[in-house]
């Protein structure tokens, strides 16, 4: 075992250590802030199931469901418009001050809104996930289509691709699907952030958004730290998948980039 | 003239390019050439001149300013597989195997997969790039890279093979081995080649005549039939003449450039 692998696996004993005793130290009560000691059991048998009125299975369950709904979505919207602005110029020129002014309202921001159009649906969770994640899609689906090299493009021309579907199918889309997948594992991450704001305002009884602000209520940190545990988790896995699948769809640039 | 020459396949006629820009500028100033089928054409000039202008005008993929490029009688109006291109910079699909480039042009015609593999390993093994279907293209050496493109051009079965100086960008010794496979591949296809380089001896050594441009705007100086029977010695005295002869019309074209600070 390398010096390395004994850092790396003393890094999460350490930090545990640190919090347990910050906690003993400078809170010492059990209404305000709870030890990794009082955590990971609670942890362990809430991810077991075996709290009734917090159902954590379900709860991820929930929770995947609007992270899935509302980053598919967004994931189809962002990568059409992407490759259609990157692609016609004309339709950058229309959509860009459009893009340029709502992308930097955050997602919170559309609460409200989403709330008072869809009410308290799945389909409001949704809609805060997708305003969140559609635009890293977006903006790196249309960088990518917009660098590809013209070379790639004349070279297929010559060999018969004038049709322009059939050059965006088989030279744009593939030569853009590095900076695809970079936004969408970057969209993805954020659609995840966006889980826990979208299920806050209540859209459904169950989620780990939701049940975050209901043991909060209860008094209850080591649950409501819980369930930061359980988002933690689930996003570190999520963008593990998306990882894999990046390798999986770019393995032709095994050799040719650094990493 | 030579007496192999048969069909005309292309046709250019009082060809002018111009760019536009601050001042215009023109790369051709009316060309008016014949290209035989079966034959090999080189094509040089100076630097910059507006030779691979020229080439790319064949291929489609630049609109001349005023007159037209017939291939095969018809009136050239954009790119098409008919005048597949090879580049320079060899310009293999990065995301594709060599299998998946040599087929690209395949699968864009109406065939079976079982079709497009078989005629894409048929070209492959042409080039002599058996074994390394499966590779991609930054795996290959220069060479390489320069046949598998080679070979997905030839597979698209064009009626002439436009030639970007392809080779420009290799080694020499893989240069001039290259030179000979190509020649090869000539022998057993018969395609129409055009082949555009600044490397004289490259011209005189596969080309069946040397088409000579003046500076820019590009005008044809000369044309030189290479009538040395194939496989050429570079080091005899007769391919020495020519290449010497080529090479002094070119330096009074450097020249030219030089002291009109063009």
């Known amino acids: ?77 962002g990568f059409s418009l992407g490759v259609l602005v990157g692609w016609f110029r004309l339709a950058d ?48 689906t249309q960088n990518g289509v917009k660098s590809v090299e013209r070379k790639f ?24 699907m590095g900076s695809v997948i970079t936004g969408a594992r970057v969209g993805s991450g954020i659609a995840w952030m966006c889980v826990v704001a979208a299920e806050l305002f209540g859209v459904a009884p169950y989620g780990l958004g939701y049940q975050i602000e209901m043991a909060r209520l209860y008094h209850s940190p080591e649950i409501v730290i819980s369930y930061m545990l359980a988002i933690g988790v689930l996003g570190l896995l999520l963008d593990r ?12 640039r095994i050799g040719l980039v650094a990493t | 003239m030579q007496p192999s020459k048969g069909r005309i396949l292309v046709e250019i006629r009082e060809l002018r390019k111009e760019f536009e820009g601050a001042p215009p500028v023109t790369a051709i100033d009316g060309i008016d050439l014949d290209i035989w089928e079966g034959e090999i054409l080189c094509i040089v000039g100076p630097s910059g001149c507006g030779k691979t202008t020229l080439l790319r005008i064949i291929a489609g993929l630049e609109k001349p300013t005023s007159g037209k490029v017939l291939v095969d009688g018809k009136t050239v109006m954009g790119p098409g597989s008919d005048r597949a291109m090879v580049f320079q910079e060899y310009a293999l699909f ?8 040599v087929a690209f042009g395949l699968e864009l015609k109406k065939l079976s997969r079982n079709e497009i593999v078989g005629k894409a390993e048929e070209y492959i093994r042409l080039v002599g790039l058996s074994g390394f279907e499966e590779k991609y293209p930054h795996q290959l050496s220069g060479g390489m890279m320069q046949r598998a493109a080679l070979a997905r051009a030839l597979a698209c079965e064009p009626h002439i093979l436009l030639m970007d100086e392809p080779f420009g960008a290799l080694d020499a010794q893989t240069r001039n081995f290259m030179q000979g496979e190509l020649l090869n591949i000539w022998e057993k296809t018969r395609k129409t080649i055009v082949f555009v380089t600044h490397n004289v001896e490259e011209a005189v050594y596969i080309g069946d005549r040397i088409v000579i441009l003046t500076a820019r705007p590009a005008k044809i100086k ?41």
């Open chain 1, 1 to 77: 075992m390398g010096k390395d692998t004994v850092y790396t696996l003393l890094s999460i004993p350490l930090f545990l250590l640190c919090w347990e005793l910050f906690y003993h130290v400078f809170v010492g009560n059990p209404l305000l802030l709870a030890p990794p000691s009082k955590v990971l059991p609670t942890f362990a048998e809430l991810a077991a199931g075996l709290n009734p009125r917090f159902f954590m299975p379900l709860d991820m369950a929930y929770s995947l469901f609007h992270y899935a709904l509302g980053f598919s979505l967004a994931f189809l919207a």
């Open chain 1, 93 to 140: 020129k229309i959509s860009y001050p459009v893009v340029e002014l709502i992308r930097p309202i955050p997602p919170i921001a559309w609460i409200p809104i989403a709330i008072l159009l869809l009410k308290l649906t799945h389909t409001a969770a949704a809609f805060i996930i997708f305003i969140g994640s559609v635009f890293p899609v977006l903006l790196n």
């Open chain 1, 153 to 176: 493009i004349e070279a297929a021309m010559t060999l018969g691709a004038t049709n322009s579907l059939v050059l965006l199918r088989k030279v744009i889309i593939p030569s853009s």
């Open chain 1, 241 to 252: 998948g998306y990882k894999l699948t990046e390798r999986k769809l770019l393995s032709w």
């Open chain 2, 94 to 101: 990065p995301w594709r195997t060599i299998l998946g480039n």
């Open chain 2, 222 to 262: 000369s044309i030189v039939d290479v009538t040395l029977g194939k496989p050429r010695d570079r080091l005899s005295p007769e391919f020495i003449n020519l290449r010497r002869g080529v090479l002094e019309s070119l330096r009074e074209e450097m020249l030219a450039t030089f002291h009109s600070g063009r």
